[in-house]
């Protein structure tokens, strides 16, 4: 058993609840050749994920009683914790050695996040987690890691939203919350998220009700599934909306990285990468930053500020993308441009742009806001600027961004 599972793994004991039983045969099966949920990622394999079923109990502890989501590296549950008679969220991992071990590095953050200060404010914006085991499958081992039930992602909001955008008061205090946990991840825990996008910004809340109707309904109106080949795909069942909703939390560690270090991996959503990302500077924890700038343009405008879709290819292209930032941010500097490894295949010796014609029409994020007026846009273009700068070092910091003028305007006490 490896240092980090010793690190949260409780030892396994009888439960003290009964396991419930579940109806043996569960709920309308659908078409084999109809691909459900996992089965639709690029570079989803059957035998990587592990075969999880309502009912079975994990761990000696917990009981499956509902699928809640999936992913390319996991599938998410909700459980009963036979021991104390409550509810958890299990993130059930594919096989240790798929995909580069991404349970271990999710369980690595995790012990660095259990090792740093408790106390700071930024650490109630983070998830909590709770324990975490092994289970076997035929091909191998998965790591589980045990947290406490989130409700919907942000992602899931906006969809359901009849703009698809945020309201000024909802974008602040969410943006509050995530410049919390990052202030929280930065300089406390040398940690740097990598991945920060709606998908990965969930709601605490405390509704037992809730989730004993999920429970039930599993019970009484089994969701729908595939069998194939001895495995079971499931439909995940949306949690109802609780009485309360709490505030908004920073998720899903995978991607994330530790120590102060600067990194040259290649990481973060096509739309968010920021420049120094594309040219292959070496980068830290303000990549971050940059990231959540893009998304508060998607979130709050309704479209991708940067998409960096090529002209002529019709895909992602590092070119597109830095044109799309000429065209926005005007001209980098050229100490920037010069601390690039990839400098030469966007400009030349003198920084010229030299990567085709696909530089755009100057514009302005003045130009290109149009949901506010007067004042309240000024302050908001400005918080913006503050963190889209071509050099990482010109980012304010999340310390820096929770006081900012327009957050503070729109945020609720």
């Known amino acids: 058993m490896s240092f980090l599972t010793r690190w949260f793994r409780k030892v396994p004991r009888a439960p003290l609840h009964p396991p419930r039983q579940f ?44 699928k809640l989501g999936f992913g390319s590296t996991s599938t998410v549950w909700l459980a009963r914790d036979l021991n104390s008679n409550q509810h958890v969220a299990l993130k059930v991992f594919v096989l240790s050695q798929a995909f580069g071990g991404p349970a271990s590095q999710e369980l690595g953050i995790h012990a660095r996040l259990a090792s740093s200060p408790q ?74 998220h990598t991945d920060i996008k709606p998908d990965n910004i969930m709601f605490g809340f405390k509704d037992d ?35 309360n909703i709490g505030p908004p939390v920073l998720c899903d560690f995978g991607s994330a990285l530790s120590g102060p270090q ?29 990231n959540v700038g893009c998304m508060v343009w998607h979130i709050f405008e309704g479209e991708h500020l940067f998409r960096g879709i ?55 994020l003045e130009q290109l806001e149009k949901r506010l007026e007067g004042n309240d846009k000024e302050l908001f273009i400005d918080f913006m600027n503050k963190m889209l700068q071509w050099a990482p070092e010109d980012r304010q910091t999340p310390e820096e961004l929770m006081t900012d003028p327009w957050l503070m305007r729109h945020v609720r006490g």
């Open 310 to 364: 090529d002209p002529e290819l019709k895909v992602y292209r590092g070119r597109a993308h830095l044109a799309e930032m000429i065209a926005v941010l005007g001209q980098p500097q050229p100490g920037l441009i010069d601390r690039g490894r990839l400098k030469s295949k966007f400009f030349s010796d003198k920084c010229e742009w030299q990567a085709g014609n696909v530089l755009l029409p100057p514009t302005s």
């Open 23 to 66: 109806p043996t045969h569960r709920g309308p099966l659908l078409p084999v050749q109809q691909l459900l949920e996992e089965e639709t990622l690029p570079r989803y394999s059957a035998e990587h994920y592990y075969p999880a079923r309502i009912g079975e109990v994990l761990g000696s502890q917990y009981q499956i009683v509902s």
């Open 119 to 192: 106390d700071h404010p930024g650490r109630e914006a983070i998830p909590h987690m709770l324990g975490s085991f092994e289970v076997s499958s035929a091909e191998g081992d998965h790591q589980c890691l045990v947290h406490q039930p989130l409700w919907n992602n942000l992602q899931t909001y906006l969809d359901e939203s009849p703009d698809g955008r945020l309201s000024k008061e909802a974008l602040a205090n969410v943006l509050y919350n995530v410049f919390k946990a990052l202030d929280y991840l930065h300089p406390e825990c040398q940690i740097v």
């Open 209 to 243: 009700a809730a989730l004993e109707a999920v429970e039930q309904a599993e019970v009484d109106n089994p969701s729908p599934r595939k069998e194939i080949d001895g495995r079971v795909v499931y439909r995940s069942r949306r949690l109802p909306e609780p009485r």
């Open 262 to 290: 600067l990194r040259d991996t290649d990481v973060q959503p096509d739309e968010y990468r920021c420049p120094e990302m594309i040219l292959d500077i070496p980068w830290d924890n303000k990549i971050d930053v940059w």
